[in-house]
């Protein structure tokens, strides 16, 4: 490890980034006796204890306006159509899910009564049904009371094949909501089901009166998709896509003394670096969103002293994707069709050479720093479901022999082919710092083994937005690599895992909805999946998703780069515990000004 690598580890150890155990672990891997390890890991201190968030206001209002910067504006907000964080993080502000994970990973109740167990008889021992008692008193803003009809159409809602909706496959297991009183429902599943938490906590439930009569194809025409009516702490003023986002405190929130602020305004656009420069330097805004910036930048302005930054541990991975359909054949009018095969990325000879052309450490060390952790595996966190498998490093003399063994030869201008084919790639991802100087090191390395490659950078909001007539959405992936941070809504990985699942392939048929971006099929992965879905032990449930994770990244369908910590810049007057478990807007209903 080199020194400047070191220096960047301790700091990230330090931030809370990097957990110690595998800084200790990344350092034996080095070659560094177990005793300089521990005194290098003195160095970043001891371990941090973090205090127990408390929230202190004694009433609800007279914190102000709260100001948020989001460098990528939500576009949408209805979460269930949503295909990236900034939209779930938009609808948040409104809507809620019967109950949230905190910092640490734990479920607190929202508009449940209590967060069903074994203890209380809310979780069947068999694994066939969970029972959710709802709170009593909560009202939608529109004066409607929140009841089991409202859990029952969000449901049916999602899981209807023609809704088209995101958060389908985390509904899909669940075979029938009964609704047992006005407050009371039981999921019921087809087979034991271990992550029954993933049904109305990955996603917010949605109100009977306004979506039941848009249930399947009318499903985008709802009124509600853009004027949300929720039952959170803030109420529906006014939305203009990409650009602006504005509520205001809702004086019947069912939780007491909350919120703290009258209003809220998200102001979308922008850069990730101006995000971090109106909240610690300027202070002009309370609340800088996932702020993808090199950590010596944010270093830097951190000493402007009007705020800090906050990196929430989680599982969200910043990580190339490679397309096995061809983006550029068209069927029936649409490009990386999944009936279509990819020109040269079904070679496992250059996806193998890909995967040793990412120079992780190097990514982090220029980059990254205390924002990213180096992986080469898709599954991170929490430690039960971590994999010992090693996973390539970075060798450019193995990519171009693994390029050599395939029959790809050099050209006359250096650039590899075989058949006729070339090596040529359109490599894209959103218009970002960090993203195009990762797209720069990849590039320059991929030159180095005799493969070509086109940068492409979208704007952050037509890249991650729910657009389904441009075709440069990362959903339509008309490319031959891709780049993003998939986000962990929650510490079990099973839903997580499914972006891989092939009957989950992205389509014009479900208006590229289908979470399995790639297009790659694997029927090992497919049942390893089904046999991780119902598995109850948890010890065995563990270790069929690490073999998930085994499976999609000893193909190399995609190629892991970094575990990113959610990176939250916060005004330094403004008090708020942000989850790395889901949206940063979890909790919005406990942020005040103190």
């Known amino acids: 490890m080199h020194e400047d690598q070191l220096r960047a580890a301790l700091r990230a150890v330090a931030a809370g980034a990097l957990p110690r155990r595998r800084f200790i672990a990344q350092l034996i891997a080095a070659g560094v006796p177990l005793p300089l390890a521990a005194a290098l890991l003195a160095q970043a201190g001891p371990a941090r204890a973090q205090s127990p968030f408390v929230y202190k206001p004694t009433r609800r209002g007279g914190g102000g306006v709260l100001r948020i910067l989001m460098w990528q504006g939500p576009t949408h907000l209805n979460q269930h159509f949503g295909s990236g964080a900034k939209d779930t993080f938009g609808a948040r502000m409104f809507c809620e899910p019967l109950a949230r994970y905190d910092r640490e990973g734990n479920l607190e109740a929202l508009l449940a009564a209590e967060v069903p167990t074994l203890a209380n008889g809310g979780v069947a021992r068999d694994g066939l049904s969970v029972t959710w008692k709802l709170k009593r008193g909560v009202t939608w803003h529109d004066g409607e009371p929140f009841t089991a009809d409202d859990v029952v159409t969000t449901w049916e809602f999602t899981r209807h094949p023609d809704t088209g909706a995101f958060t389908f496959g985390t509904y899909a297991p669940v075979k029938l909501v009964r609704k047992l009183d006005t407050h009371t429902v039981r999921l019921e599943f087809d087979k034991p089901t271990p992550a029954w938490a993933e049904a109305f906590v990955l996603s917010v439930v949605l109100p009977h009166k306004h979506f039941a009569p848009y249930i399947g194809a009318k499903s985008r025409d709802a009124p509600a998709n853009f004027k949300p009516v929720g039952t959170g702490p803030y109420r529906f003023v006014e939305f203009r896509p990409g650009d602006m986002l504005r509520g205001e405190l809702n004086p019947a929130y069912h939780l007491p003394n909350r919120p703290h602020f009258d209003a809220f305004e998200i102001k979308g656009g922008g850069d990730a670096v101006s995000a971090a420069r109106a909240v610690m330097q300027s202070g002009d805004y309370d609340v800088g969103w996932n702020l993808q910036v090199e950590d010596d930048v944010l270093t830097r302005i951190e ?111 250096g650039v590899r082919a075989k058949g006729g084919q070339r ?172």
Request: proline letters at 6%; glycine letters at 8%.
């Open 423 to 594: 090596l040529k790639m359109l490599f894209q991802t959103s218009a970002s710092a960090p993203r195009q100087k990762t797209q720069a090191i990849i590039k320059h390395s991929a030159q180095a083994a005799g493969i070509e490659m086109e940068l492409k950078a979208v704007t952050p909001a037509v890249f991650f937005g729910g657009d389904i007539a441009n075709p440069d959405t990362n959903t339509k992936f008309y490319a031959d690599l891709q780049m993003f941070t998939v986000t962990r809504a929650g510490p079990d990985p099973g839903r997580f895992m499914e972006l891989f699942c092939s009957w989950l392939v992205a389509s014009k048929a479900n208006k590229w909805n289908g979470r399995n971006i790639t297009r790659w099929r694997n029927d090992d992965y497919d049942r390893t999946f089904r046999a991780a879905e119902g598995e109850v032990d948890p010890v065995k449930r563990a270790a069929l998703l690490i073999r998930l994770n085994d499976i999609v990244c000893n193909d190399h369908a995609i190629v892991p780069i970094v575990v990113r910590p959610k990176p939250t810049a916060l005004a330094n007057s403004l008090q708020a515990s942000i989850g790395g478990w889901g949206s940063e807007a979890a909790s919005v209903h406990d942020w005040y000004r103190g």
């Open 303 to 413: 000493r402007g002293g009007r705020g800090r930054m906050d990196f929430a541990p989680g599982g969200d991975i910043e990580y190339l994707l490679l397309n096995h359909a061809d983006p550029w054949k068209e069927v029936d009018g649409e490009r990386s069709h999944p009936s279509t095969r990819h020109p040269f990325l079904l070679d496992p000879a250059v996806r193998e050479a890909l995967a040793h052309l990412v120079d992780r450490d190097a990514i982090q060390r220029v980059i990254y720093g205390r924002a990213g952790v180096p992986t080469s595996n898709f599954l991170n966190n929490p430690a039960a479901f971590n994999s010992r498998r090693a996973g390539p490093g970075f060798d450019l003399a193995k990519a171009n022999a693994l390029l050599d063994a395939g029959g790809w030869v050099r050209g006359g201008d």
